[in-house]
């Protein structure tokens, strides 16, 4: 027997606007109407956009640090190590802790974890990979990356109402307000 | 008419980045579109073609180099090292260009540097992987590479020299590669976004969304994603510096005649920029005509280009000079000896040739009508690129083969096998280009986004230069 169809359950609602004057606008008024749970996509990076919706953070900052002082002392500490304990070899007469010959690799191990580190709690904290999410349930979602300005409001926030919602994001001036499927 | 107006007057806004007349969807689907199609132009197919064929040849040289042995080339003593550092230090250098354009331009705000810095970053890629070919098969046998170049614990218990700039070379050259893949990879995620959405084919939809990540461009992603971004630019800004430096010191803590030098640094930067910049001319004058991309890199942008290659050419022929004038003032007679070698020796044709190609041809950028004309700015990267090949090759052989015993003075000839090793990773690099522009998009398209007029938000700073417009019109 066929199982009855359910119907899906409501992740939040997603309106399209034009350009990102407007989304930057819808974003101002979602915050100062209370929303928390909600979500701007854009095809470019907006400042204006996260900073009204008040989702800043700069934990990539800190662990780019967290790197660059653990590749400061793996790059020192592998040549202080090779050169003075594992394989200490007298050249010219020059001390085995001959550090200033030590800056360069230090240097570029620094730079290397470093880096490695922007590059992967960027895409760690930002929960990527990630295949699936609710939103690219929407077909018009597709523009997000291309040309179209999204705002989303959760349904898990606490001042969420399908239909309140719906008509606050209507007078933002939205272009389209579809449902999110979860 | 006030004073104050004319002097407004004279001065004259730079062109816009792109053409005007361009929105966010005509910029998606204009960049995008060179990727999604099965179309290719005609002059493409051809490109790689040629290109292919070489980088077989480069495949049957290195094959017949592990079965032979370096005995196939041409150096030995007193000239051991030749055309396998002289290829690695002018790959390296083309490959600085792209870090340059994506990291340091966009510290300084350059905003022109949107639509040349993808391909540049990808030039810089295979420039690196044609200069690592050099160190990695130099040996003739490449499977001991890894043991003579890497601090691993192996069997015979012996580790490398960290007191010797062979080695920091193999840190910053092989540092310098992960962190431009790094952030040439972080570029591309928000692109390879928009591939996915754009694409038809099913199988194409999986692979660019496997590639994004999963990117939905949420604000969340985009600040950290900014932050991330800013923070390798900065990063990678004196990283770049410092792998010609660490390059040059290659050559500066030997003791040769012509090497020992506290010049050599900074003329190793200026002559890597000089001659990325170059290379990145020699690419972009193609491929914009190639598939009609003259909007995004205008004639602004070659003129900026040519600028830089003018400035930098500039400092290397200072370089020159100060080598000449080192050699008079040390009177030392092997450095007096050595200059004198290099302008009246039998190698005086490559130094009159490098004097030609890098200290007066590029004088031509000085004139506007040339600077802006596409087909001598082609030509002049040209020249430009054998200039700085030319280069290596009388920093290295001319300094070698006579050093301070007349009596181990030699003479240098290439083999057949020099050249098709050379010429076969030109093949290697084009191929690796051209196919690059067939499956990755070769401009930064969600940063064309943001030079739109209409990506800009009132009351704020936009992201375009502030246009003083003349407010004393029609007074």
Same mark, same amino acid.
């Given at each position: ?91 010219? =007469?020059? /001390? %085995?802790?001959?550090? &200033?010959? @030590?800056?360069?690799?230090? *240097? ?7 880096? !490695? ?9 930002? =929960?990527? /990979? %990630?295949?699936?999410? &609710?939103? @690219?349930?929407?077909?018009? *979602? ?7 300005? !999204? ?32 | ?475």
């Amino acid at each position: 027997m066929p199982r009855e169809p359910v119907a899906p359950k409501l992740y939040g609602l997603l309106a399209e606007f034009e350009d990102p004057q407007a989304l930057t606008d819808a974003a101002k008024r979602t915050y100062a109407e209370g929303y928390r749970k909600t979500d701007a996509y854009s095809p470019f990076p907006i400042e204006h956009v996260w900073e009204a919706l008040g989702v800043e953070d700069r934990p990539v900052s800190f662990f780019v640090l967290c790197g660059g002082i653990v590749g400061l002392i793996a790059g020192f500490g592998l040549c202080y190590w090779v050169s003075t304990i594992a394989y200490p070899l007298n050249v010219g =007469g020059r /001390p %085995m802790n001959s550090w &200033p010959s @030590f800056i360069p690799v230090t *240097f570029e191990v620094t730079i290397l974890i470093a880096s !490695f580190a922007a590059v992967i709690s960027m895409i760690a904290l930002n =929960g990527l /990979p %990630m295949p699936y999410h &609710p939103v @690219f349930n929407v077909p018009a *979602f597709a523009r997000a990356s291309q040309d179209k300005f !999204f705002l989303a409001i959760e349904a898990t926030d606490p001042k969420f109402d399908r239909m309140t919602t719906r008509e606050f994001l209507r007078s933002l001036g939205a272009k389209e307000i579809n449902e999110i499927d979860a | 008419m006030d004073s104050t107006h004319v002097q407004r007057s004279a001065y004259k806004p730079p062109p816009p980045v792109i053409e005007p007349g361009h929105t966010f969807e005509s910029v998606t689907s204009k960049i995008s579109s060179v990727v999604l199609t099965k179309y290719q132009p005609f002059s493409w197919v051809v490109t790689t073609g040629i290109a292919f064929l070489f980088l077989n040849l480069l495949l049957v040289s290195v094959g017949y180099l592990f079965v032979k042995g370096v005995g196939i080339w041409g150096n030995n003593v007193p000239v051991g090292w030749a055309f396998d550092i002289i290829n690695f230090v002018w790959w390296i250098g083309i490959g600085h260009a792209g870090t340059l354009i994506s990291a340091i331009l966009l510290l300084l705000k350059q905003d022109w540097r949107t639509s040349i810095n993808r391909f540049a970053e990808a030039m810089t890629l295979f420039a690196v992987a044609c200069a690592l070919m050099f160190p990695l098969i130099h040996t003739g046998r490449p499977w001991l590479a890894a043991y003579w170049l890497f601090p691993y614990p192996n069997g015979m218990d012996i580790w490398p020299q960290f007191r010797s700039p062979l080695i920091w070379d193999v840190f910053a050259v092989s540092t310098y590669g992960t962190v431009s893949a790094l952030f040439w990879y972080t570029g591309l995620i928000p692109d390879l976004a928009t591939f996915r959405d754009r694409a038809k084919n099913k199988v194409t939809r999986y692979i660019y969304g496997g590639l994004a990540l999963g990117w939905r461009g949420s604000a969340r992603h985009w600040q950290r994603y900014e932050n991330a971004y800013l923070l390798l630019a900065g990063m990678s800004t004196p990283l770049v510096l410092s792998v010609h430096t660490v390059v040059s010191f290659d050559f500066s803590v030997g003791i040769i005649p012509g090497w020992h030098t506290t010049i050599f640094p900074p003329y190793f930067v200026a002559g890597a920029i000089y001659a990325g910049f170059a290379m990145v001319l020699t690419l972009a004058i193609p491929l914009r005509r190639m598939f009609g991309f003259e909007d995004f890199i205008t004639m602004r942008h070659l003129e900026n280009m040519a600028k830089v290659t003018l400035v930098t050419g500039l400092i290397v022929t200072y370089g020159y000079a100060t080598e000449v004038f080192f050699g008079y003032y040390s009177a030392n007679q092997y450095e007096q000896y050595m200059i004198q070698n290099r302008m009246f020796g039998p190698y005086a044709w490559s130094y009159w040739a490098l004097i030609f190609c890098n200290g007066i041809v590029p004088q031509t950028l000085w004139i506007k009508s040339l600077r802006t004309n596409t087909v001598w700015l082609f030509i002049m990267s040209l020249i430009v690129s054998v200039g700085m090949w030319l280069e290596r090759f009388v920093i290295i052989v001319t300094s070698l083969h006579r050093d301070f015993l007349p009596s181990s003075w030699g003479m240098y000839y290439p083999t057949f096998w020099d050249f098709s090793t050379f010429f076969g990773t030109i093949g290697l690099f084009v191929t690796l280009m051209f196919l690059f522009v067939r499956v990755l998009p070769m401009i930064s398209i969600f940063e064309v986004r943001m030079l739109l007029p209409k990506a800009s938000i009132k009351g704020h700073d936009t992201l375009l230069p502030q246009v003083h417009v003349d407010d004393a019109e029609g007074a």
